[in-house]
């Protein structure tokens, strides 16, 4: 559905690379590409794509919300939780082996808390809402079956009284 959204409005040249940022994306450790890696990318398109082009492309979809823009020193991107969202059919199909889903609200997290242990992943927002349910201070793996401890998480929850 987004794909007859997305076609109406972009060319087919630059929905390959949008594709082809998505896959860097999904590949990526902690769901980022650098800003100037993707508009590079097209010098690696067939055929090329030029890069003021690809620029012009990168901030038209930071600017309609597909891509979310982190500022610092050097500017990274990331698929915002629209996108992800919205295509996610397309990135559970293309992408099947390498998406994880959130294990509380099975939604595609791409950061978000991973297990040491096992495979369990979780949004932030997820695991902080999950948590203060709790009755408990320690962070442990929301998989019963699990259990393992968090201590890399810190959820900065308000205190009890
Ligand atoms: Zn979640
Ligand atoms: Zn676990």
């Known amino acids: 559905m987004v794909y007859f959204r997305m076609a109406s409005t972009f060319s087919p040249q630059e929905l390959s690379l949008f594709r082809s940022i998505i896959e860097e994306i999904v590949y990526s450790d902690d769901g980022l590409i650098q800003e100037t890696e993707a508009i590079s990318l097209a010098t690696s398109m067939e055929p090329r794509m030029k890069v003021s082009d690809s620029e012009e492309l990168i901030q038209h979809l930071i600017q309609d919300k597909w891509l979310l823009q982190h500022g610092g020193k050097e500017r ?6 629209v996108t992800a969202s ?44 999950f948590w203060m349910h709790q009755n408990t201070t320690s962070v442990t793996c929301p998989d019963p079956v699990c259990g393992e401890h968090w201590p890399h998480v810190e959820l900065d929850l308000p205190q009890k009284r």
């Open 76 to 81: 990274q991107l990331s698929l915002s939780a």
């Open 86 to 129: 919205e295509l996610s059919l397309y990135l559970e199909e293309v992408y099947e082996d390498c998406i994880s889903k959130c294990f509380l609200c099975k939604i595609i997290t791409f950061k978000g808390h991973r297990c040491t242990k096992c495979k369990v992943r979780v949004h932030r927002k997820c695991c902080r809402k």
